[in-house]
């Protein structure tokens, strides 16, 4: 055999439910877990005699993301019929959007393993009503709850740009911190936010010659792990299919196929593509829209710095690691916090160590942001002050902090109350380490005894002082007065 | 036997001189004598009728403000949703549906406290102009039992003419106000397109549709429609105030329109009856008489105005009647085998001949391959009709022409035709297409006795014009005032 070499395409069909107060058509709110069929109105039931009126937030909330997305908005855009018989479906059509989309020719870019930026084209973005859930529970019968019909979904399709599972799985996580940036979405892909189809095949290149795969729709992905998982067992099987058989892409052999998340495979769902007839035409019960200049500069100023350029941004403006500039920049309000306080005088590495350390522990406990855990940017920018200044200790601080959240106290009002000032007195830290000396011989002949040992030793002994002091040592002039004792 | 006008009615009801319970004991006892024969209702709620009768009474005699429509019967064309009784369309596919909810029209009519006598038979889901395609029941004539009284609101004129109430409401996709108004003589109004709120009128051809009254005279039309007019925020195609305000449409009803300018398509006209024709000149000269000048307008896309329409309304019923499937509400087949027979068996045993027809055809020009053909194409005529109308109306403040082109024909006459049948909107359709206003006031009868119409058409929101236009010519004539002798048998 000769030499096998491939590429992979992906591109994504990706549903993201807009956390609007109401559903797309009509005035019932959105709810997840609620009781079947209890937030539905005659609209969203699709009653006879019913009309629907467009949801304005709605079409801010996608437009904003498009923006945000580098879309193009369109000056006029309608609504569509899009027909199909589903008992989901109470209309038995989906209000959707066809040759005039909201948006159009957009990019997003997603950090690459490389730490550099990838720009993935997004060839549209529009808005449609999501249908209900048919349940399979009931013997016999299926049943309908409708309480998800008329949710308002922003349909985003990207091109193909897509190279490997972790690319897609980049994608998947920039836009979910994209749009929860901007608040336009939950993005929880638990409960349905957001949904991913990614379109796979391969470009193979076998003894000069280039060969593509049947491209192949993936679905049924509910988690970023099975999206990854999906496209990595994919380009397998297509691989191995087209070695094996020599399969090829041709005119209608697109097949779908479901993930298996506990098989962790795909399995067949529908073998050729269908010839499906959607029979679109425009909605005449919803007039078209028609997007106006200074509408479009509101929402343009909604807009916000992107969490991927923001990422890069920290690394390089305060020498963060990338690890703790993604941790910091995956939420807003996080983001938005730790500049409050590196701008109110905390140091970066210092005030980043106090929120991912402590902070976002204890706002995940309180399933909050780190802003509304109580201490405001000041007090954490103080805290790090005063740590910085050697007044406490890192491990001090930690404390510190955890007591604001809890008292709702000033940094140094804490560190004194707790008694956590450090001792920086030489006289007194002297007669403790003397102390400690004196109690523990082996540990002072290991260190006299050089290698190894001898650092270990180093440690220990620090250590004792540390505990001796309650940790208050402020741990610079206890090492030097212990190595001037040593030496 | 005879009766007073609705706004004569609620005249003497506001003052006492005649009881809201009178008039409704009155109506039902005409429906309890005609109704046998001429089968205007497919419910009617005599009891609670009666209820809100005495109600408005004893708030007249207790010096009370009372609405519009104080006390007066009116009736409800059955594809109106009411959260009383049912809402069936004529079609078997809703026989026993009752709504959740009020249409907007049907709101404002139970605000104006109008007493609702029933519910009127119409084609099924509205799609026919003889009530033949009612799935429920057989509407007559009230001028001739033999004969259709047109459609598809023949419920709602067959009881206005009958006296079976003093005024209705009816819908218009392409005629179904006005051809069964002149087929019945009665007075016919399809106001411009998203002046009345389709709210709650269970949808055919979405981009057509209108609400609108049908009545005695020209003043109750007028009564009516300033009842039921008016910006909805439930429709989004309703006009909102600041576009086209609502006129006070009774204020200046009796002013007659000085230096009247009327359009005429004498060649479009030539199709009708003769007798239909003279009819018809005999009105547009008595205008003339009267002052106005009466000048030919150039109508170049009227003839293609059928055929737009039919791909049109066919193309939004197929995608608007999709929701009766078995699966949520309406009639459900007996144990199907699978969900896709929960929806074959459904549909094809609930709707009927004419609504199968209209939906295949729709779902037919909105196919892929097929859509620039038919419906792009046909939105295409729809543009150049309006634009013939903008022009005409530059010249002349209304256009009349026929109604229908014969008076009415023979139960059966035309029901394995259909594309005859389709002819009997060959002069109310361009309306619909175009969106304007264009109502239909009795202007004589033919050697058989049987009514003709006069249509006058106006330029969009020109409602408060064309209502005295035709109260001009209501006012020079007692056509009106004719009853049908079905009520004196």
Partial sequence: ?487 | MDWPSAKQLRDKIKTGEVGSVTATREVFARIAKAEPIVGAYISTFEEAALDKASEVDRRIAKGESVGQLAGVPIAIKDNMCTTFGTTTCASKILENFQAPYNATAVAKLLAADAVIVGKTNLDEFAMGSSTENSGLKRTANPWDTKRVPGGSSGGSTAAVAAGLCYAALGSDTGGSIRQPASLCGVVGLKPTYGRVSRYGLVAYGSSLDQIGPVTQTVEDCALLMSVIAGYDPADSTSIDEQTAPVGDYLAKLDEPVKELRIGIVPSFNAGADEQVRNAVDEAIKAYGNSGATVLEVDMPHLDYAIAAYYVIATAEASSNLARYDGVHYGHRTQEPNDYIEVYTKSRAEGFGKEVKRRVMLGTYALSSGYYDAYYLKALKVRNLIRGDFVRAFESCDCIMMPVSPTTAFKIGEKIDDPLKMYLSDIYTIAANLAGIPAISVPCGFDNGGLPIGLQILSPAFGEEKLLRIARMYEKQTDWHKKRPLITDE
């Fill in chain 1, 1 to 487: 055999m000769g030499k096998v070499d491939y590429k992979v395409l992906v591109g994504l069909e990706i549903h993201v439910q807009l956390c609007t107060r109401t559903k797309m058509f009509c005035s019932c709110a959105l709810a997840f877990g609620e009781e079947p069929n209890s937030r539905v109105c005659p609209v969203c039931l699709g009653m006879p005699g019913v009309l629907p009126v467009m949801n304005g937030q709605a079409v801010e909330f996608a437009a904003l993301a498009a923006l945000a997305l580098n879309c193009q908005i369109a000056g006029f855009t309608k609504w569509d019929r899009k027909s199909y018989y589903y008992p989901d479906l109470p209309k038995n059509y989906q209000i959707s959007q066809y040759d005039l989309p909201l948006a159009i020719n957009g990019h997003i870019e997603i950090p690459t393993q490389a730490g550099s930026l990838k720009k993935i084209r997004i060839r549209r973005a529009h808005l449609e009503e999501d249908a209900g859930k048919n349940l399979h529970t009931a013997g016999n019968f299926s049943q309908v709850d409708l309480n998800r019909a008329g949710t308002p979904l922003l349909e985003i399709v990207t091109e193909p740009d897509m190279s490997s599972a972790a690319e897609v799985r980049a994608l998947a996580e920039e836009l979910q911190r994209i749009v929860r940036y901007l608040g336009v979405s939950e993005a929880d892909m638990q409960k349905g936010h957001m949904r991913f189809e990614p379109n796979v095949n391969l470009v193979i290149t076998k003894d000069g010659k280039q060969y593509k795969t049947p491209i192949v729709e993936v679905k049924n992905l509910n988690s970023f792990r099975a999206l990854e998982k999906s496209i990595e067992y994919e380009i397998g099987r297509q691989l191995d299919e087209f070695l094996e058989m020599g399969v090829v892409m041709e005119m209608g052999n697109k097949s779908t196929r479901g993930w298996d998340d506990a098989k962790e495979v795909t399995v067949l769902q529908r073998e050729k593509e269908e010839a499906h007839d959607y029979r679109y035409f425009p909605d005449p019960d919803l007039v078209p829209v028609q997007v106006g200049e200074q509408w479009l500069n509101e929402i343009k100023s909604r807009l916000c710095e992107m969490p991927s350029k923001r990422r890069i941004r920290y690394v390089k403006e305060y020498g963060l690691s990338d690890y703790d500039a993604g941790v910091l920049t995956a939420e807003r309000a996080t983001a938005d916090f730790f500049e409050a306080a590196v701008n109110a005088g905390g140091e970066p590495k210092r005030v980043c160590n106090l929120l991912t350390q402590v902070g976002l522990k204890l706002a995940n406990a309180r399933a909050c942001s780190i802003a509304e855990l109580g201490p405001d940017a000041e007090d954490v920018a103080e805290l790090a002050k005063i740590t910085e200044a050697g007044e406490i200790s890192a491990t001090a601080a930690n404390v510190i902090l955890e007591e604001m959240v809890k008292t709702g106290k000033g940094p140094r009002a804490l560190a004194e109350q707790l008694n956590l000032i450090q001792k920086s007195d030489a006289g007194e830290l002297e007669g403790i380490i003397s102390e400690v000396l004196q109690n523990n011989p082996q540990a002072v002949e290991d260190f006299k005894s050089g290698g190894k040992k001898s650092s270990k030793a180093r440690g220990f002994l620090l250590g004792q002082v540390m505990q001796k002091t309650k940790g208050r040592a402020n741990p610079g002039v206890a090492a030097e007065i212990l190595d001037k004792k040593l030496t």
